[in-house]
């Protein structure tokens, strides 16, 4: 059996919060700590702890709790892990750890997604390392193949379930039919759901998260103010039951595409809303807080990633990763990728992307009614796929299903169809994905 070499001089390290993520990355410290040592080259040592208070944190030795976050950085440590979440005071603690050299390891999508060039920047001026794998669906391993394993490749699209809590609401409302509080209230429990879970049901989570995905996959600078966001608070159990009956779930997903215009220009498209996929497509059996990505790239083809994308240790899991990577770094010199936002790509508006919608309508059951509203989709150069009409005594329920089309065009369909007076109510408006079109 080999010897271990001897450990160098021990790496310190800065932990900023203690919540969820923390007390896991607290316990995943103390329990591998021999592992970890091997696999830098030299002692892990957690020097201190910056909580809120201190008398709620039994399970952190006392002597290295600290309320003094700012103090904490200042002091002799080499790496800062940020697992407080938000955007201040986390901006300026890891601004202020950078700009002191220290390499930062941040789970903060939050953050990332509105001030990742800033940090980036700080970064390379000092020549410190900014990781952040836990960011996005947390233990994963999903940013580090984007910014190294495919960094020779030319990404086309990412698409994926990225947010836990909301895809556990959704799963239950599809399979067991509990109540959107009820299971909030439980993925809450679970520590999957954000400090306020509006970030998660309104897809403020998510697009942070596509922001980070369309940044790394396109080389350019995606801000999370360039997301179109949609959250699940509108999708009804008529939405649902309306995807059943087509063999579609409903699913919250982040996509991200590389777009050729018309004049041969490139562009991107980041989005995040609900849509319906079909029963058959794999990211339909991604249930609970599980989170499943899809990259497809010209050369790899299509990629899965798939695995706990919430929760203490996983996320916990994707951070100590982290922290090994920048400790090995500091032990044998070096540094991790810095940003890569050469390509400059324009982020192209929703109403100018291609989607297509499913629409379910109950409308009055007499002659003619179909020919009205197959004319209004004709009127905005909308091309129908599918058409169900099924009667019930006076109403009928119809279904169109469009090909694909420029989101405006079908949302100014759908307006103009709500206003027909044959339409009694427009039951269900989605976007359908995962199948051609
Ligand atoms: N919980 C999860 O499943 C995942 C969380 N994340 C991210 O990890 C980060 C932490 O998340 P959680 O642990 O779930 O949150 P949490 O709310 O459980 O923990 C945050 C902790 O930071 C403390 N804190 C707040 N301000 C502080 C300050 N100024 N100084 C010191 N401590 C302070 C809070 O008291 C709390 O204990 C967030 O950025 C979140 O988005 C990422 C992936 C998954
Ligand atoms: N609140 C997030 C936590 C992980 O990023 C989620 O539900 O996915
Ligand atoms: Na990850």
Request: aromatic share 4%; with cysteine; net charge negative.
């Amino acid at each position: 059996m080999s010897e271990r070499k001897p450990a160098g001089r021990p790496v310190r390290v800065a932990l900023l919060g203690c919540g969820t993520v923390g007390t896991e990355v607290v316990r995943l410290l103390h329990e591998q700590a021999d592992d970890l040592t091997a696999r830098v080259g030299a002692p892990v040592e957690l020097v201190g702890v910056a909580v809120r208070r201190p008398n709620k944190h039994r399970e952190v030795p006392a002597e290295l709790l600290t309320t003094d976050a700012a103090g904490l950085i200042d002091s002799d440590v080499d790496v800062v892990v940020e697992v407080i979440g938000g955007i201040e005071p986390a901006r300026t603690l890891l601004l202020a750890a950078l700009r002191a050299g220290k390499s930062v390891v941040t789970a903060n999508k939050a953050l990332l997604a509105e001030h990742g060039g800033e940090l980036f920047e700080a970064a390379d001026a000092s020549g410190a390392d900014l990781y952040f794998e836990a960011a996005v669906a947390g233990a994963i391993p999903l940013l580090r193949p984007l910014r190294e394993s495919l960094a020779g490749d030319r990404i086309t699209r990412v698409m994926g379930i990225v947010n836990g809590t909301t895809n556990f609401i959704l799963s239950a409302m599809d399979g067991t039919g509990a109540s959107y509080a009820e299971t909030l209230e439980e993925a809450t429990q679970l520590g999957y759901a954000e400090a306020d879970p509006t970030a998660d049901v309104d897809g403020f989570d998510a697009a942070a998260k596509a922001a980070i995905l369309a940044s790394l996959a396109f080389h350019t600078r995606v801000t999370a103010a360039d997301v179109h966001r949609e959250g699940i608070a509108s999708v009804t159990a008529a939405d649902v039951a309306a995807a059943r009956e087509l063999g579609r779930a409903v699913k919250l997903l982040a996509i991200c595409e590389r777009e050729v215009d018309e004049t041969g220009g490139e562009a991107v498209s980041v989005r995040v809303h609900p849509a319906m996929i079909p029963r058959s497509h794999p990211l339909a059996g991604v249930n609970g807080a599980f989170n499943a990505v899809f990259v497809e790239a010209e050369a790899a083809g299509q990629l899965m990633f798939y695995g706990q994308g919430a929760g203490g240790a996983p996320t916990a899991s994707a951070v100590l990763g982290d922290l090994v990577a920048v400790a090995r770094n500091r032990v044998v010199g070096g540094r991790g990728p810095r940003e890569s936002a050469y390509a400059d790509l324009s982020v192209r508006p929703m109403g100018q992307t291609p989607t297509r919608y499913h629409v379910s309508l109950d409308v009055a059951d007499r002659s003619g009614v179909l020919a009205q509203v197959a004319a209004v989709f004709a009127e905005h150069d909308v091309s129908i796929a599918v058409v169900r009409q099924q009667g019930r005594g006076e109403d009928a329920s119809l279904v169109v299903v469009t090909h694909s089309a420029q989101d405006s065009a079908l949302q100014s369909t759908v307006d103009k169809i709500a206003g027909l007076p044959v339409v009694r109510e427009v039951v269900s408006v989605m976007r359908v994905e995962g199948e051609e079109s």
